[in-house]
């Protein structure tokens, strides 16, 4: 008796799986029925539905039931990419080039900024916002510079928002944007996993999978994340064509987005566009885990502290004083 | 009848505490990004990202070493817009009318403090012209001006060697090419101008 429950317990297990791949298939195969039926619908109802808008609501379409980016396999991965660059192409009339190139091997980013050398010249913030194609009109930036007074390093307790010959005697200036947490709160927040830590340490928000409650963005100790209350709205010429799935593509409306150390450049071996435009070198960045690097020496040679460190959240963010 | 559940309570608390105690473990024991960070010791192949190309400007080989190895700065011959110096400073002799020309007018030095601040001569070579010299009559090329700039400023030379002042030009990967302190920092006067910030930012709680 007990054999014969065994065996049907067991044949219970290796049947579900296929009841339920069969249930899910029957949805996938309806939902993709009903969207082509409505698409057909939709342009059958246009006076003379020309080809393009078609062909985007069909892409559309399909990106709509596309899968959760960690799930895609390369192909998948690829096949999105193609749409995108397809939907950028019909709606900004623009030849963007998407990568989805996976992190590498033996790299995990770090940053160190130098609280002595800053001098509040907020270049870091232009080239970043010129890079990652944020929205202009809400002037929505993912870094901080905060004017601070001699002794205090508490970033609350500074003025962030100043606007006047720089630099000023006697302040100094602390940058802030997201510090790439190695235990990141805002992941553990994230009720749809739309946000996850990459293997080079880059916490990274699929955009198409966040539904854009913003628990992300109260679970952050640092005000690292923003949010996008309309489409952002870029100067077609202002838009950087070189963009990453992860990274800078342009953003839909009500998503949560954020410094992803510009993946679209840091994965190609290329310095942040903050590090890069940095006039004063205030701003070093590099691989972790190669001993030769500038980051390695700074946390080896340098006095250097990381922000909130009580609260567990390992930022592989540094500040250092020289 | 109490007993019974009493015991049958104790049966949940007992292994909720243990799998209490354990996640407590399991936390701790969860180690830092720093210890990550210690453990890594091998130096990363440079070589393996390919899209770190050749850049277009002229670099010349450091006449240092830093922790990896050999290492490039950007070269300063080019962006002198009068080098060679040798070319006007010859043993000819200067008529009044060319002066303007020759005085290098729009130098504006302010370099040191005002009791001890430089002179050309400090720096510039007076026998070869096309060289800086060190306070003991050491040779400098204007390409290699660090050599010269270190003499005084050794704390921010041994920072820059190892990459805590100075930064790389657009690539952490690939060959090491680093800014020459010339390229930041006007020589005859070194400190950044103050001026008004390229953006600015709204106010956090709107």
């Excluded at chain 1, 952050?220 to 100067?235: D, K, M, V």
């Excluded at chain 2, 700065?73 to 400073?89: E, N, P, T």
Aim: with cysteine.
């Amino acid at each position: 008796m007990s054999i014969r429950q065994h065996k049907e317990g067991q044949m219970k297990k290796t049947d579900a799986p296929e009841v339920r791949s069969s249930r899910r298939d029957f949805l996938k195969g309806a939902s993709i029925a009903a969207a082509a039926g409505s698409a057909a619908l939709v342009t059958g109802c246009l006076p003379g539905g020309d080809a393009s808008s078609s062909e985007e609501l069909k892409l559309k379409w399909q990106e709509y039931f596309k899968k959760h980016y960690r799930l895609m396999t390369r192909e998948e991965k690829d096949e999105t990419v193609t749409r995108l660059v397809k939907l950028a192409r019909i709606r900004y009339d623009l030849d963007i080039q998407m990568s989805n190139r996976p992190a590498r091997e033996q790299v995990l980013y770090g940053y160190a900024f130098n609280i002595t050398r800053c001098e509040g010249f907020m270049e870091c913030v232009r080239a970043c916002v010129m890079e990652n194609n944020q929205d202009r009109p809400s002037k929505t930036q993912y870094i901080r510079i905060f004017e601070m007074e001699p002794g205090k390093l508490d970033p609350s307790t500074g003025d962030g928002k100043f606007f006047h010959e720089v630099p000023v005697d006697n302040k100094f200036y602390m940058g802030v944007q997201c510090f790439q947490c190695e235990n990141p709160p805002c992941v553990k927040a994230c009720p749809t996993k739309a946000t996850w830590q990459e293997p080079d340490g880059i916490v990274v928000v699929d955009y198409d999978w966040c539904i854009g409650c913003r628990y992300c963005m109260a679970a952050c100790p640092y005000w690292g994340r923003r949010f996008n209350w309309g489409t952002p709205e870029i100067p077609v010429e202002e838009i950087n064509v070189r963009q990453h799935y992860l990274g800078n593509r342009i953003r839909p409306k009500g998503k949560v987005e954020k410094c992803t150390f510009c993946i679209q450049r840091t994965r190609e071996g290329r310095l942040p566009a903050c590090a890069e435009a940095c006039p004063t070198g205030a701003r070093v960045f590099g691989n972790l885990l190669d001993p030769d690097s500038e980051i390695r020496y700074v946390l080896k040679h340098k006095k250097v502290f990381r922000m909130k460190e009580n609260l567990g959240t390992d930022p592989k963010f540094w500040y250092f004083i020289d | 009848m109490k007993k019974t559940a009493c015991r049958f309570r104790l049966l949940f608390l007992v292994p909720g505490m243990v799998l209490l105690l354990w996640c407590r473990v399991a936390d701790a024991g969860e180690g830092s990004v720093l210890d990550r960070i210690n453990e890594a010791n091998e130096p990363f192949d440079n070589s393996s990202i390919q899209s770190a190309l050749p850049l277009p400007v002229k670099t010349v080989l450091a006449r240092e070493l830093y922790q990896g190895g050999t290492f490039r700065v950007l070269a300063r011959k080019d962006s002198i817009s009068r080098f060679r110096c040798s070319v006007c400073h010859t043993e000819a002799r200067v008529t009044v009318r060319d002066g303007v020309l020759f005085t290098h007018g729009n130098v504006v030095l302010n370099h040191g403090r005002e009791r001890d601040s430089l002179s050309c001569s400090d720096c510039h070579n007076e026998k070869e012209r096309d060289f800086l010299v060190g306070k003991k009559g050491v040779k400098v090329d204007f390409d290699h001006s660090y050599q010269l700039c270190g003499k005084c400023h050794f704390r921010q030379k041994s920072d820059w060697l190892g990459g805590a002042h100075g930064k790389r030009v657009v690539y952490w990967a690939g060959e090491r090419i680093i800014n020459n302190c010339t390229t930041c920092h006007n020589p005859h006067s070194p400190r950044f101008k103050k001026r008004m910030p390229a953006t600015y930012s709204l106010p956090l709680d709107e």
